[in-house]
């Protein structure tokens, strides 16, 4: 495909492809398996938030349990077989199953697309001037492999011995000794995985090889940066979840013993004759699994970081403040991120002595967290602020994260780690990171780009009943759970009432569920907001915000091929508010006029790509 | 009011040596936190307020200040390794086992599902020798039949005894899962690992109750894995104990070393396994 070749497309002229020798399409090729990267941004966001849905359901079920153990869950508890629900009370084994299935869907079936798929596969060709990804079926691929994983993943429904109840950690031996939904649950995020590392290397292909003429690395919105060193992220760790989960594949399946020590005696599974020859050793497994699965923490959160910046500096009016800080800082935290997962083990029996090294290792890792949250309040700082929708997500994403990252660096001293490893003070902390930031950014790209997305503008108040539900029914979810952890409560028990030391959190267990009931009701605002506005949003202007990158250059409701022009990109990302311009915003795309004494118009032919 | 928000009057009483060491590296982190969260929150808010929009103000067009870059650098690179360095002297104290005191006395932990199993050496003294090899169900310690001092040996389920002001250690290991040893008060927690001894201590300081959970996901009864450790004085440890060693010397003459010599010559086999195991 030449790629010099600039399709015209619009909305007028949307079936006209000449430039791409496309016949028409039909039906299934433009809609179902589509290669253009914009359905197929629309297929992720569509099924992450069908599965956001789905992970809720499943952690509202898991927070009545803790809050009422004895109680039949209302409304559907009567619907379940007795085997996991028994007269609606919640089975302590279902329970485990509904923990394992709450966290593998959030984290592989809703952020890690969400943030890749959908923001990756939307913004890149957009944001860097060009038709589409630089491997399109590999692309479509890229989604259609995750409905078989999703099926498998969560195959163990349909079994009778239930579904994978290993915890999204899958630790052997536990996971080893399990039955069938155990193991498809391997071999469905064995294929998430793919998915992954097929994504990645299309972004970093199409990010290097195929920018407009003038883009510069250093003219790309962090957007782009962000979703390029998470690329690089995933092709480096996701092949050592691949390799961890094969060996546990076999270890459950063929009875080797990669993992397993000898002569064990479980309960159930082996029944005094180990069908494995041990040898193996556990330990191995969560070394190989947080060699991932740490990064993969910023792979759930940097592309989240990229897009904020975009909003924060558009609705600020601001250049993103300190550009190249910003981009170093991803790539520090990046770079840090494969040098910390031992403070995932500090408890695990690793050697006391590596627990040191880690300790430094992670403490180091919030400077460049630090770096980030202070340029985001320098961009704030002397802006000209809108409260969008988009806008009041981006900030909920910043506070949220302060508070997230300042709770990680308890955990990051392996001495405070003692006492509150695996306990609800962890689980506050990944939920304000994961949800409070990373999901929080998500929902801020819906807003800012759903115009492009769509040609729909979205509705502005209803976008902030929900940004404004969901801030405050998070915050009472969340922030009682410090405190459960500080009182000492462990993780992923189904009844804490056990414990006389928990009897006196009962009652905050129970404000826990009814806050996250309302927080999973709150978001019904942003699919109601979707769906009513599909139908009945303004229709949208081609460049809505305001904004400088190269989206909304192109037409409002943009086809196959994205833009209408030749792009030529003439400056960087962020020229709000120019002291020697009249308008505040410069687009990246506008040509410099006459006798214009701008320093960086000429484009940097080093660094143009030949397209 | 301002009780409302000290949140670390929620920890649980710290009885344990070296657990008031661990409270306060979390109150020193704590405060710093509070401190920083007052300053960004302060910062984030008051430039929400000052730079809202507002007619015919304009944004400044300003790109950055390296200065300021450097500032917030440096500052947070010292701030962070200083405390990471700071910590070190307590973990090493907790976990590093060539730190650990001399033990006063020592004890043998293995966690299975969903119990927990404690053994004490017994009226000779001496734990007996034990090897993986020999584990069956009726000998879960995998105790070597041949070893007289293993015969005398105490074993208690979800229920140990243990003296105040004496060095603990603990040989903790698991025979299926791995599990989590975690006593809230003692601020005391290590997985075990099967296949593996850890060494864990501790120095419990009050007499008292205290509840022994499961820290690591073990399976569908994990909530239900709680163990009670009894922490007596000498006197009250010392009369519990002579009679369990009463109690087992009766076991013993009702039905002589027979039961755990007959488990023996039938050690787990690693070589005939059995199809059906799901």
Known sequence: MSASAVSVVDDSHAHTHEHHGHAELSFIRKY???????????????????????????????????AYPDQAVPLIGHLLPDTWAADGVIQPGFYTQLLTMHGAIMLFLVIIPMVNGFIGNFAIPLMIGTDDMALPTLNMFSFWLNIPAAMLMLGGFGLESGMAGGGWTVYPPLSAIAGLGQTLWIAGLFLVGFSSIMGA???????????????????MPMTIWALFITAVLITLGTPVLAASLAMLFFDN???????????????????????????????????LFWFYSHPAVYIMIVPSMGAVSDIIATFSRRPVFGYKAMVFAIMGIGFLGFIVWGHHMFQSGMSPLLGTTFVLSTIVIAVPSAIKVFNWIGTLWGGSIRFSAAMLCALAFVSMFIIGGLSGIFMASA???????????????????????????????????FPKLYGKMLNESWGRKHFFWSFVFFNLTFFPMHILGIGGHMRRIADPTVYDFLKPFQPMNEFITWAAIGLGFSQFFLLGNIFWSLKYGKKAPRN???????????????????????????????????????????????????????TNHVPDVKHVVAH | MLDFFNFLRYFPENVSTFGSDLDRLFTVIWYITVAIFFLTYGLLIYSLIRFRQKPGVRASGSHGNNMLEFTWTILPTFLFAGLGIYTDNAWEVAKNSNRIPKPDMEIEVLGRQFNWMFRYPGADGILGRQD????????????????????????????????????VLVHLSSIDVIHSFFVPQFRVKQDALPGSWMKVWFNCMKVGKYELACAELCGASHYNMRG???????????????????????????????????????PASNTQPEGEHH
């Open chain 1, 32 to 66: 179902i398996f589509s290669n253009d990267h914009k359905t197929i941004a629309k297929q992720f966001m569509v099924t992450t938030l069908f599965f956001l849905m789905v992970g809720g359901l499943a952690a509202l079920m898991l927070r009545w349990k803790i």
């Open chain 1, 201 to 219: 290397i299309n972004y970093i292909t199409t990010i290097l090889n195929k920018r407009a003429k003038g883009m510069t690395m250093f003219r």
């Open chain 1, 253 to 287: 399946f063929l009875h080797t013993s990669f993992f397993i020590p000898a002569n064990l005696i479980a309960a159930s599974a082996l029944d005094g004759n180990s069908v494995w020859a041990g040898g193996g050793q556990p330990l191995l497994f969560q070394h």
């Open chain 1, 415 to 449: 001495a405070v780690d003692i006492y509150i490893h695996d306990t609800y003070f962890i689980v506050a902390h990944f939920h304000y990171v994961l949800f409070g930031a990373s999901l929080f950014g998500v929902f801020g790209a819906i807003y800012y780009w």
């Open chain 1, 544 to 598: 809505p915000w305001n904004a400088n990158t190269l989206e909304w250059a192109a037409p409002e409701h943009p086809g196959h091929g994205n833009f209408d022009m030749d792009i030529t990109v003439y400056r960087g990302p962020y020229e709000f508010s120019q002291p020697d311009r009249e308008s505040d915003f410069y687009p990246q795309w506008i040509a410099p006029e006459e006798g214009e004494s701008h």
């Open chain 2, 132 to 167: 993986p090899k020999f584990r069956t169900r009726d000998n879960l310690f995998g105790l070597d039949p041949s070893d007289p001092h293993g015969q005398d040996d105490i074993i208690m389920e979800n229920e140990m005894h243990l003296p105040v002001n004496k060095n």
């Open chain 2, 228 to 266: 009670v450790i009894m922490m007596n004085s000498m006197e009250d440890y010392s009369k519990w104990y002579d009679e369990q060693i009463k109690n087992k010397a009766d076991q013993m003459a009702q039905a002589p070393p027979q039961p755990v010599a007959d488990a023996g010559t039938a």
